[in-house]
């Protein structure tokens, strides 16, 4: 993950995710609400990390009043699923949208980010999800994999697709 920001957040998470086992690996109900509220931590991840990679594109490749219009617009962005991660690859390049959405088609990628906002919207509304722990774990793997493909787009470099 080359944005630090992002990297500190990713960290934090899985901190946290290694800490849940050894304070209550004995306790299912514990654990289950580790697992609701770690969902909703890597949800905001995923917000974060789409208003926050390609507003540092924009800030490098526009002017100044561009870039600034562009992270307002971004950070506008909320509960984003698979799709409107690749309609915003698609609005800065065409191409960069289909790459994204064929990135997303391998190793469960669009599955875990579609299932973490799922999950977030049902914990949220207090509707029960049957989110765990290792299942969040599972899919922040997935999720980190499609933020670094889309670094590496706004890098000029999309080899990381090939994993």
Known sequence: ????????????????IQKTHSV????????????RYLCVLVAGFLENALAQVYTQYVQNAAPAPIASFAAVALSRIQNPNAQRFVETARSFHEGWGNELEACMEQNGRKEAIDSIMANRHRIAHGRD????????RAYLDRCVEVVEFIEAQCQGRTDISRR
């Not at 993950?1 to 946290?16: A, K, N, P, V």
């Open 1 to 16: 993950m080359q944005h630090r920001e992002l990297s500190r957040q990713l960290q934090r998470r899985h901190d946290l």
């Open 24 to 35: 209550s690996a004995d306790d299912i109900e514990l654990q289950s609400h580790w697992g």
């Open 129 to 136: 999800s049957g989110i765990t722990v290792a299942r969040v």
